[in-house]
């Protein structure tokens, strides 16, 4: 077995306990009893850690390699902070252009933790996500995808981080962020090119429900969404220049991709991908048609 189909397997058996993994924690009467903030940061730890290993154990592969834990470097750094803020209004954007169509699904968990303390939010809305989704998908799955060649494995990878979120809301801004996480980490050989502005995104939110103002502000009468959908747009076209500029300091740093060129290529569709797309389909589509009708 390749490592392309390897990696393919693995992104099926991932796909399954991740569907699985929170419904079956559910059962145990403890967990009922414990608060949602918390329940939630286990599931995450459970479902992302457990598939990992059994990733190392069964494929051999030295973590190191596959984590690419190295340190960034004071400029590369700094460009990342300023990419994990500049992203956002392009992000904005997308979502609420989807939640025009679908429901938000990242503002209804947001308001399911709602009572929980600011720490135990930020942990399961931005730590745990930055570290675990980065660690499988630009870590296990990015490393895995090398034999596509750089910039299809940036793809797929891009594609999985999508579809993991299991909505069609939040597909779009999560396959173009992931786009963007992958090229950083690809250019800076790190992962923490891509944990950090994802950690950025994800806290910012979590900020933003904790001002002060929140609630005045979710209790005022809310604009149309024509005009929401101007101010997100602008918003998102005025961000480009600066994520220009970012990305050509990234270029400048880092002139070559980090991951090798292998011979000869190998292909990225295969049944357990088509097998992700039909959980995605069930679990991801189906349950959210109605909303279009």
């Keep these: 077995m390749n490592q392309t189909k390897q990696t393919n397997l693995f992104a099926l058996i991932f796909f399954v306990f991740f569907i699985m993994s929170g419904q079956l924690l559910y059962l145990i009467p403890i967990m009922q009893e414990i608060p949602y903030a918390w329940f939630s940061s286990i599931v995450q730890v459970i479902y992302f850690t457990v598939p990992i290993m059994g990733y190392f154990i069964w494929t051999k592969k030295n973590p190191k390699e596959v984590f690419r834990l190295s340190p960034l470097g004071w400029k590369n750094l700094l460009l990342i902070i300023v990419f994990g803020f500049a992203i956002q209004p392009l992000m904005r ?85 992931g786009l963007f996480f992958c090229f950083l980490v690809e250019r800076t050989g790190s992962i923490w090119a891509s944990i950090i502005p994802h950690f950025i995104i994800n806290a910012t939110n979590v900020i933003v429900i904790f001002l002060p103002v929140a609630e005045e502000v979710a209790a005022m009468e809310s604009p149309g969404n024509a005009v929401l959908l101007l101010y997100t747009g602008v918003s998102a076209f005025l961000s480009l220049p600066l994520l220009g500029l970012i990305l050509y300091g990234f270029l400048k740093i880092n002139p070559k991709p980090y991951t090798p060129k292998y011979e000869p290529k190998e292909r990225f569709l295969s049944l357990p991908i088509f097998c992700v797309f039909g959980l995605f389909i069930i679990f991801g589509i189906l349950p959210y048609l109605d909303y279009l009708f």
């Design 93 to 177: 954007f997308l979502s609420f252009f989807t939640s025009m169509f679908f429901p938000n699904v990242a503002l209804e968990y947001a308001e399911t933790l709602e009572g929980a303390s600011f720490v135990s939010t930020l942990l399961t809305m931005a730590i745990l996500p930055a570290f675990l989704e980065e660690l499988s998908l630009r870590g296990v799955f990015l490393s895995g995808y090398r034999r596509l060649g750089t910039w299809k494995a940036i793809f797929c990878t891009a594609l999985l981080f999508g579809l993991l979120h299991m909505n069609p809301q939040q597909f779009p801004y999560a396959f173009f962020a």
